[in-house]
């Protein structure tokens, strides 16, 4: 594809998604890529599962690398309200999700 200013896009990557409509569960577990000129940011998720009305499961992680920057933030969930969250330039933190009852 070609994006607005001309430069070509490409995307690569697979991932397999699953919607379970007994108990209302959604998980996804893949690895893709979006490539613009010389930048490449890239996307690996692992073990991700939410059900209706319930925080994502303990265990799944989300993990992006900048194109730009090049630096590598890590989410990981832990069955809370709350992910943790670090980079590759030594930050971490926890964020907020609005999930559970």
């Not at 998604?17 to 979006?34: N, P, V």
């Not at 998720?45 to 499961?57: D, T």
């Not at 590598?72 to 559970?100: K, P, V, Y």
């Amino acid at each position: 594809a070609v994006g607005p200013r001309g430069r070509s896009i490409e995307r690569d990557g697979s991932y397999t998604a699953r919607w379970d409509a007994e108990g209302s569960c959604f998980s996804l577990d893949g690895a893709w890529s979006t490539r613009a000129g010389s930048r490449t940011w890239s996307t690996a998720v692992s073990g991700f599962e939410r059900c209706a009305a319930r925080c994502p499961a303990a265990g799944g992680t989300v993990e992006h690398t900048g194109g730009l920057s090049g630096v590598t933030i890590t989410i990981a969930f832990d069955g809370s309200d709350s992910a943790t969250w670090s980079s590759s330039r030594g930050r971490s933190g926890t964020l907020d999700l609005a999930c559970g009852g």
